[in-house]
Nanobody
Framework: QVQLVESGGGLVQPGGSLRLSCAAS????????MAWYRQAPGKEREEVAG???????NYADSVKGRFTFSRDNARNTVYLQMNSLKPEDTAVYFC?????????WGQGTQVTVSS
């Protein structure tokens, strides 16, 4: 089973930026989809952005124009560049790998947007 490790979270002021990374323990080139989710306290986990093996990328409406998903198969890593952060972006951010017969999740990284 692939292991996923997220990093890059932290405390940032409104309007600031963070770049999250998700490193996989093995090749992600065969993953049908790699995605970022987030879960705020008291709320359900929601998908933020995802990228398919064919290169299609989708974003939640709440982050369009502010977040950028990228996938580096050579480094077995996906990224989430987050700009113009808002307090409502505060959440634990999780990485998900969707392989043909397996789905894996990372442990998450905390992102807090506060002045």
């Amino acid at each position: 089973q692939v292991q996923l490790v997220e990093s890059g979270g932290g405390l940032v002021q409104p309007g600031g930026s963070l770049r999250l990374s998700c490193a996989a323990s093995r090749s992600i080139s065969s993953a049908n989809v790699m995605a970022w989710y987030r879960q705020a306290p008291g709320k359900e986990r929601e998908e933020v952005a995802g990228g398919t093996r064919s290169g299609y990328i989708n974003y939640a409406d709440s982050v369009k124009g502010r977040f950028t998903f990228s996938r580096d198969n050579a480094r077995n890593t996906v990224y989430l560049q987050m700009n113009s952060l808002k307090p409502e972006d505060t959440a634990v951010y999780f990485c998900k790998a969707g392989f043909p017969l397996q789905e894996s999740w990372g442990q998450g990284t905390q992102v807090t947007v506060s002045s």
